[in-house]
């Protein structure tokens, strides 16, 4: 059974970087594309970013491309997220998460996720 297990979250002052880790377990973790997501309280689901399977190719949303950097070890089956220039707006809980499909945004199309970490930005 698969099983995603993030962690790193805390609280960071803004203008500070967080470093977001996904250990993937039960699933043969190179032949997924693995996403960041997140959740902010009383708002829905967003995409953040993800690595593509295969050649790796990682791509991210408008609101974080430029201060967030996402690496995967397939070696070790981990997913990193690095975040700088954190902002208040970036407050929320993080999710990792698995997909078969290459290259995809929608939350609905991720297999598998992990319980999240959360990540407070204080102004």
């Known amino acids: 059974q698969a099983q995603l297990v993030e962690s790193g979250g805390g609280v960071v002052q803004a203008g500070g970087s967080l470093r977001l880790s996904c250990v993937a377990s039960?699933?043969?973790?190179?032949?997924?594309?693995m996403g960041w997501f997140r959740q902010a309280p009383g708002q829905e689901r967003e995409f953040v970013g993800a690595?593509?399977?295969?050649?790796?190719?990682?791509f991210y949303s408008d609101l974080v491309r430029g201060r967030f950097v996402i690496s995967r070890d397939n070696a070790r089956n981990m997913v990193d997220l690095q975040m700088k220039e954190l902002r208040p707006e970036d407050t929320a809980v993080y999710y990792c998460a698995a997909t078969h499909f290459p290259a995809v945004t929608l939350a609905a199309n991720y297999a598998f996720w992990g319980q999240g970490t959360p990540v407070t930005v204080s102004s």
């Open positions: 690595s593509s399977w295969g050649d790796g190719t990682s």
């Open positions: 039960g699933l043969a973790f190179e032949r997924y594309t």
